[in-house]
C-alpha cells in the first residue's frame, strides 16, 4: 500500500462526484480538482500529477477542452476520460482523446474499474521517452525546473503575487528566465483568458518605443497610414510584460506613468482618451535604485511599478538544479539531433557546475546546443561546452569545508527569511553584528533591490 499512498491525481471536471473522490482516495490517490483552466494553473506547484481523470460527459465546451491541451500534452501525466457515449463525442473531443488518452469510461460505470485504470494510466505514462527524468526533477508545466531552495522560495512567491491584481516587477540576471516567470504569473492570475503582451524595452529604438506602446492614429506621422492600437492597447484586459524597464527612455517613463495614474492612454496624433485595464509585470536586470540615483529613471514610476516584488536568482546560486536544467535541455536537443547523443561525460558534468554562468540559463542552453553539434561519439566533454577542463579537487582542510558549510547555511537562512536579518540572525542563533560580520566576510550582499518578496503596499 505505501507505495501507492500519495500519488497526485488531477480530477478535472465541472462537477466533483464525492463518492467516485472517497473510493480513489482510498486507494491512495491524493485529488487535486479543478474545473477549468484556470484551477489548473493555479494549483500548487509541488504536487505534479501522475495519472488525470476529465470527465468529458459534464458539459466542457470545445474551446474548454482546446484549453486543456497543455496540461494533456504533459508525457509525465496518464490521462483517462469519463464519457458519455461515443456518438456523444464532438470532433475536438475526438480529437483529444485519440492524442493524448490512454483509456476512457464510459458512463455508468464501476469506480472500482476506473480506479484500476489510474494505476494502468500512471505507468503507461511513467514508460514514455523522457519521463522518468522529469519525474525525477519536478518539470514544472510552465516549463521553469528547479529543486533548489532559492527556485522553491521563488515559485511560492510566484503563486502568492499571481494571486494579487498588482503590479509586479521582477528583478534578476539576463537570461535566468524572467520571461518565464512573468508568463506563469500571468498564466496563475484572474487574468490568463486575456492576452499575455510582452515588450522588450531595450530591443525597440527610442524614437519607436512611444508609437509602439501607445499606437497613433491615422496621419499622425508620416506613412502613418492607419490607425494602430499600442501594445498596451492590445493587453486590453490581460498583462502588459514591459521585459528591461531599466532602458525605457525617460520620455516614456513619463507617458506610462501618466498611464498608470489614469488608467487612460491616448494615441499619437489623437484627441481622444481610451481606457486600457491591464496588469503591468515589468522586469529588469539593471539596479533600478541606482538608476534613480543617476536620474536614469523616474523614482515616482519604480514606486507604481514595484508594489510586489520577485527575484530570479542567478544560475550559479543553484546548486544541483544546474545540472537537472543541462540534462533538460540535452533532452530537448536530443529529439532535433540528427547524431545520437548519449550524454554529458562526468568531466563535462563537474565544468559545467563550476562555471560560473554570468549568462545564467540562456548561456547553458546555447552551450549545450553548440556542444551538441561540435561533440564526438555522442559524449559532451569540456571542450565541446568551450568551458574549462575542471579544476582538480584538492582534498579540502577541515576549516575549508567549516567555512563553506557556515557560508552555505547563511545563504539559505537569508533566501528562507527573504533576507530580514533580524530573523537570519535570529535563526542561525548568532548576534546581528555577527552576521554582519559573516556577511562581510563572505562576501555577501543584500541589496535593497534585491529581496525576494517584500510587502504589499496599498
Ligand atoms: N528554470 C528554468 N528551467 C528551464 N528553462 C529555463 C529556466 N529559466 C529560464 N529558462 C530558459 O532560459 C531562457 C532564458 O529565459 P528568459 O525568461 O528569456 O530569461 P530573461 O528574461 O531573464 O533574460 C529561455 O529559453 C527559458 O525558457
Ligand atoms: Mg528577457
Redesign the pocket.
Known amino acids: 500500500m505505501s507505495a501507492y499512498a500519495n500519488r497526485p491525481l488531477l480530477y478535472v471536471s465541472q462537477h466533483h462526484d464525492a463518492m467516485l473522490c472517497r473510493l480513489l482516495a482510498q486507494r491512495g490517490w491524493k485529488i487535486s480538482f479543478a474545473s477549468n483552466l484556470h484551477d489548473l494553473n493555479a494549483l500548487p506547484h509541488g504536487a505534479q500529477p501522475v495519472a488525470a481523470l476529465l470527465d468529458l460527459h459534464c458539459g466542457f465546451s470545445d474551446a474548454e477542452l482546446e484549453s486543456f491541451e497543455p496540461w494533456l500534452s504533459q508525457p509525465q501525466i496518464g490521462w483517462i476520460a469519463i464519457i458519455a457515449g461515443r456518438d456523444a463525442l464532438t470532433d475536438a473531443a475526438r480529437r483529444l482523446l485519440g492524442l493524448y488518452f490512454i483509456d476512457y469510461y464510459t458512463a455508468p460505470f464501476e469506480p472500482a474499474d476506473l480506479a484500476h485504470s489510474l494505476g494502468h494510466a500512471q505507468g503507461m505514462a511513467q514508460m514514455r521517452p523522457g519521463v522518468q527524468r522529469a519525474v525525477a526533477g519536478t518539470s514544472r508545466a510552465d516549463?521553469?525546473?528547479?529543486n533548489c531552495s532559492a527556485?522553491q522560495t521563488l515559485f511560492r512567491g510566484i503563486e502568492k503575487v499571481s494571486r494579487w491584481d498588482t503590479p509586479v516587477l521582477i528583478s534578476?540576471e539576463?537570461?535566468?528566465?524572467?520571461?518565464?516567470a512573468a508568463q506563469a504569473i500571468h498564466r496563475a492570475s484572474e487574468r490568463a483568458q486575456k492576452p499575455f503582451v510582452a515588450v522588450n524595452c531595450a530591443a525597440i529604438p527610442p524614437t519607436l518605443l512611444m508609437s509602439e506602446l501607445f499606437g497613433y492614429e491615422r496621419g499622425a506621422f508620416t506613412g502613418a497610414t492607419k490607425r494602430k492600437p499600442g501594445r498596451i492597447e492590445m493587453a486590453q484586459g490581460g498583462t502588459l510584460f514591459l521585459?528591461e524597464i531599466g532602458d525605457m527612455p525617460l520620455e516614456s517613463q513619463t507617458s506610462l506613468l501618466r498611464f498608470l495614474e489614469t488608467g487612460r492612454i491616448e494615441r499619437l496624433g489623437g484627441t481622444e482618451s481610451v481606457e486600457v485595464d491591464v496588469r503591468i509585470i515589468s522586469?529588469t536586470h539593471v539596479d533600478l535604485e541606482a538608476a534613480i540615483a543617476a536620474e536614469r529613471f523616474r523614482g515616482d514610476l519604480y514606486h507604481r511599478l514595484c508594489v510586489l516584488r520577485v527575484r530570479?536568482p542567478p544560475l550559479r546560486e543553484r546548486g544541483s538544479d544546474i545540472l537537472l536544467?543541462a540534462e533538460?535541455v540535452l533532452e530537448g536537443v536530443r529529439k532535433q539531433s540528427p547524431a545520437r547523443i548519449r550524454g554529458f561525460s562526468p568531466m563535462a558534468l563537474r565544468a559545467i557546475q563550476q562555471h560560473n554562468w554570468p549568462g545564467n540559463?540562456?548561456e547553458l542552453?546555447n552551450r549545450i546546443r553548440h556542444a551538441a553539434a561540435m561533440c564526438e561519439d555522442g559524449v559532451i566533454q569540456p571542450a565541446d561546452l568551450e568551458l574549462a577542463a575542471p579544476a582538480e579537487e584538492r582534498p579540502q582542510t577541515l576549516a575549508a569545508i567549516r567555512e563553506a558549510a557556515e557560508q552555505h547555511a547563511i545563504v539559505e537562512a537569508l533566501q528562507r527569511h527573504h533576507e530580514r536579518l533580524i530573523d537570519v540572525a535570529a535563526e542561525l542563533g548568532i548576534s546581528r553584528v555577527t552576521l554582519f560580520r559573516l556577511m562581510r566576510d563572505y562576501k555577501l550582499q543584500v541589496r535593497k533591490s534585491d529581496v525576494g518578496l517584500v510587502c504589499v503596499q496599498g
Not at 174 to 180: N, R, V
Request: aromatic share 0%; proline share 0%; glycine share 24%.
Open positions: 516549463g521553469m525546473i528547479g527556485m534578476g539576463s537570461g535566468t528566465g524572467k520571461e518565464l521585459d522586469a530570479q536544467i533538460h540559463v540562456r542552453i
